[in-house]
Nanobody
């Protein structure tokens, strides 16, 4: 059964850090493009970070240098380390999976598997 469960969200002051985790019950975990998406009230869902089957990554321009996506293939866990958080990072964060070799060109509608989300709130 496919299941993605996020954790690690919460409230933090601007400049602080959070690490999000996504426990993925998918097999083989290494065959999937994994992504983190976020959606703030009144805004479209946007891709924050992606990691491909070979470990290559890409990021939303506004989070480059601040966020790091990684995965533990042995434990089937996806991570998003978020540093130097800003109020504009406030959103519901979702992990998602798509069985593609590469992540390049994929948008949220290409991901069939989603978690329930975890809220991140950054205060100024």
């Amino acid at each position: 059964q496919v299941q993605l469960v996020e954790s690690g969200g919460g409230s933090v002051q601007a400049g602080g850090s959070l690490r999000l985790s996504c426990a993925a019950s998918i097999y083989p975990f290494t065959a999937y493009c994994m992504g983190w998406f976020r959606q703030a009230p009144g805004k479209e869902r946007e891709g924050v970070a992606y990691i491909a089957t070979d470990g290559s990554t890409r990021y939303l321009d506004s989070v480059k240098g601040r966020f790091t996506i990684s995965k533990d293939n042995a434990k089937n866990i996806l991570y998003l380390q978020m540093n130097s958080l800003k109020p504009e990072d406030t959103a519901m964060y979702y992990c998602a999976a798509a069985r593609h070799i590469y992540c390049h060109g994929l948008v949220y509608s290409d991901f069939p598997y989603w978690g329930q989300g975890t809220q991140v709130t950054v205060s100024s």
